[in-house]
T-cell receptor, first 113, second 114 residues
Framework: SAVISQKPSRDICQRGTSLTIQCQVDSQVTMMFWYRQQPGQSLTLIATANQGSEATYESGFVIDKFPISRPNLTFSTLTVSNMSPEDSSIYLCSAGDSGETQYFGPGTRLLVL | GENVEQHPSTLSVQEGDSAVIKCTYSDSASNYFPWYKQELGKRPQLIID?????GEKKDQRIAVTLNKTAKHFSLHITETQPEDSAVYFC?????????????FGAGTRLAVHP
């Protein structure tokens, strides 16, 4: 199984600022995903990070708010833009070769004041 | 849209008892069903999965059963131990825009009491 790391592990940010979260996989993978998990809630898919093309966003998530990069097969970033307290959450990346079996990073805990 | 329902939301058992968590899915084309365990403050970890061409899969104390006709699948944990206490998520794969993605259930918080 792929080993996935994320940076930062946690951050406290001021409203109106932006934070970029990095996701690194120890091997090349076809698919990378970004999720949001509110405290005590399930995982909600934000977008699929496609290598070499624009990310595919789920309903309710837009590129201007959550720009994503996928420069190669082992790395992706998610930016949370113009943050508000409602963006406080855990952000998780996952990776896999088919979009079915997915392995998760440790998550980034974001608090927006 | 695609949906996965999971029950119960909380489950409390005595150590040594069995625990069963049930999920139903809406997309009849789904053919892959993983289960994740998430301990407090940790990442979701894949514990077992099943594909639609089999009806049951076991791995030591955990097993998953699938009924494609009824569109439901279940996680069974036998001889529960306190370290099984966690939140468990079921998921179903859906095909969208030419690639697979997972739709997650709401989660079940399992507490195993010594």
């Amino acid at each position: 199984s792929a080993v996935i790391s994320q940076k930062p592990s946690r951050d406290i940010c001021q409203r109106g600022t932006s934070l970029t979260i990095q996701c690194q996989v120890d091997s090349q993978v076809t698919m990378m995903f970004w999720y949001r998990q509110q405290p005590g809630q399930s995982l909600t898919l934000i977008a699929t990070a496609n290598q070499g093309s624009e990310a595919t966003y789920e309903s309710g998530f837009v590129i201007d708010k959550f720009p994503i990069s996928r420069p190669n097969l082992t790395f992706s970033t998610l930016t949370v833009s113009n943050m508000s307290p409602e963006d406080s959450s855990i952000y998780l990346c996952s990776a896999g070769d088919s979009g079915e079996t997915q392995y998760f990073g440790p998550g980034t805990r974001l608090l927006v004041l | 849209g695609e949906n996965v329902e999971q029950h119960p939301s909380t489950l409390s058992v005595q150590e040594g008892d069995s625990a069963v968590i049930k999920c139903t899915y809406s997309d009849s084309a789904s053919n892959y069903f993983p289960w994740y365990k998430q301990e407090l403050g940790k990442r979701p970890q894949l514990i077992i999965d099943i594909r639609s061409n089999v009806g049951e899969k076991k791995d030591q104390r955990i097993a998953v059963t699938l009924n494609k006709t009824a569109k439901h699948f279940s996680l069974h944990i036998t001889e529960t131990q306190p370290e099984d206490s966690a939140v468990y998520f079921c998921a179903a794969s859906v095909l969208s825009g030419g690639y697979n993605k997972l739709i997650f259930g709401a989660g079940t918080r399992l507490a195993v009491h010594p």
